[in-house]
């Protein structure tokens, strides 16, 4: 992990953090454990996985910022592919109808907001910027639903002198400026006497050319949608509710990092803890 990335990431995250943290209005934190399944890496490898995640969503006045990091563990076949990596995403959202104070509403859009994101996988030591706009949703029944677009920018990546250097991990050195679009929602409902949800995202990242210390690719097109079905635990035990959950999570990932024809389709058992 090359250090000038990491002082990036800390860097924009203490800066978008450190004003808006202290004024926050609301915020929830979840760990989550999803466990099976059967994921696929390519070459007709693949491999069962455990990812543990690490997250936080809060609002301020002036809009709401999200952010979450993995780590996901890997045990292929015959210890073939065993890995184990973090990845990390943020996203600040502005709202402009609070900045303005005007009501931006039209449709099922209750308002409009500007967007920075970034992404950051340090076992490829490359990150990722999205800027972009928000349109929030008012959907009957729905907790929240929003609708991102934002473009898709390779800010930092190995150093050119890689890409010559085939005993090297692998390293992102260079790609083509992409776009992102994101539909995130939450949908609680009840079945008889249970509370569940119904929530997750569904996104598509444009393909583009990418550069790497083994030549040059051109990445597909992908297409993620990670839905989440969790039943209130805690409400079933006695406990408070809204803390603890089980459930499943679904993937699907067509063309998964952009390799044409490598598709995850899998499940695993979620486990959520909310505090």
């Known amino acids: 992990m090359r250090i000038t990335a990491t002082l990036t990431a800390l860097a924009l995250t203490a800066a978008l953090s450190t004003p808006m ?3 926050e209005i609301w915020g929830n934190t979840e760990v989550q454990i999803q466990a099976g399944g059967e994921f696929e890496h390519g070459f007709g490898n693949q491999s069962t996985g455990t990812i543990t995640t690490f997250q936080h969503a809060g609002g301020w006045e002036y809009g709401d910022n999200f952010f979450f990091v993995d780590h996901s563990q890997y045990s292929g076949k015959n210890g073939y ?3 184990a990596e973090f990845y990390g995403e943020w996203y600040s959202n502005f709202s402009l109808g609070a900045m303005t104070g005007s009501d931006l509403s039209f449709g099922p ?3 409009i907001g500007l967007v920075a994101g970034f992404n950051y996988a340090p076992e490829v030591d490359s990150s990722w910027v999205l800027p972009g706009m928000r349109l929030a949703l008012d959907l009957p029944g729905f907790a929240f639903a929003q609708f991102d677009i934002t ?6 990546g190995a150093d050119s002198s890689l890409a010559g250097d085939f005993g090297a991990p692998f390293s992102i050195i260079d790609e083509d400026t992409s776009f992102m679009v994101d539909f995130a929602w ?4 009840k079945l008889g ?3 569940w949800s119904f929530e997750g995202h569904a996104e598509y990242i444009d393909g583009r050319t990418q550069v790497n210390n083994f030549g040059t690719t051109e990445l597909e097109s992908w297409i993620l949608i990670q839905p989440q ?3 209130d635990v805690g409400e079933l035990i006695g406990t408070p509710s809204n803390r603890l959950f089980a459930g499943i999570e679904y993937q699907y990932w067509k063309n998964k990092l952009g390799m044409k024809g490598v598709d995850d389709n899998t499940v695993q058992f979620l486990a959520v803890w909310r505090f």
């Open 21 to 23: 943290a202290s004024a």
């Open 81 to 83: 592919n065993d890995s």
């Open 109 to 111: 859009v209750k308002d």
């Open 151 to 156: 473009a898709f920018v390779h800010a930092s």
């Open 186 to 189: 939450a949908l609680p409902f």
């Open 193 to 195: 006497s249970t509370s």
């Open 229 to 231: 079905v969790r039943l």
